[in-house]
Nanobody, 125 residues
């Protein structure tokens, strides 16, 4: 089964940018639909972005559309989340997640089976 390791989190001022990475191992990377799900303090983990196995299909929620971009490099077994114009409300632990891809599409609310350990993103005002 796939193992996921996130990196790239940190402390940034409002309006700044960060790029998160998720490195996958132990499985065939192109078998998986991948996603990012942040969990803010005191809140449930929520879906913000996902990408199909080929990278051609992407879905991001309205609250981050135009600010966050999800991508993947299948040759490097790595997924990314470029986050621009960060807001204090984006503060959360960001989890990378994967689920087996039955087709090259992204459903509206993907259900993930594999998780990384998370990386902390803190946005100061």
């Amino acid at each position: 089964q796939v193992q996921l390791v996130e990196s790239g989190g940190g402390l940034v001022q409002a309006g700044g940018s960060l790029k998160l990475s998720c490195a996958a191992s132990g499985g065939t990377f192109t078998s998986y639909l991948m996603g990012w799900l942040p969990q803010a303090p005191g809140k449930e983990r929520e879906f913000v972005a996902a990408i199909s196995w080929s990278g051609y299909r992407r879905r991001v929620v309205d609250s981050v559309k135009g600010r966050f971009t999800i991508s993947r490099d299948n040759a490097e077994n790595t997924m990314y989340l470029q986050m621009n114009s960060l807001e204090p409300e984006d503060t959360a632990v960001y989890y990378c997640a994967a689920t087996y891809a039955y087709n090259d599409d992204v459903p509206p609310s993907p259900q993930f089976n594999y998780w990384g350990q998370g990386t902390q993103v803190t946005v100061s005002s």
